[in-house]
């Protein structure tokens, strides 16, 4: 299973996929962070990484599959 770089919590497969997406597509397991530590690096609400998450979805990312 794979954890938040920063606070530890057990991430989610939308988490590892957002990160992906978003920051580097090649990621570790090692390097991924949760949603909250993600909003917090990219300075912007939570709420725009599950916007985020769901936009990808709809578009049919494979990450998101
Ligand atoms: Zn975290």
Redesign the pocket.
Same mark, same amino acid.
């Given at each position: 299973m794979a954890i @938040?770089n920063? &606070?530890g919590?057990e991430l989610h497969k939308d988490e590892k996929a957002i990160y992906k997406r978003l920051i580097n597509r090649a990621a570790t397991e090692e390097e991924l962070? @949760?949603k909250? &530590?993600l909003a917090k690096k990219l300075s912007v609400d939570e709420s725009v990484i599950d916007e985020k998450i769901r936009h990808f979805r709809e578009i049919g990312c494979t990450l998101f599959m």
């Amino acid at each position: 299973m794979a954890i @938040c770089n920063k &606070c530890g919590i057990e991430l989610h497969k939308d988490e590892k996929a957002i990160y992906k997406r978003l920051i580097n597509r090649a990621a570790t397991e090692e390097e991924l962070l @949760c949603k909250r &530590c993600l909003a917090k690096k990219l300075s912007v609400d939570e709420s725009v990484i599950d916007e985020k998450i769901r936009h990808f979805r709809e578009i049919g990312c494979t990450l998101f599959m």
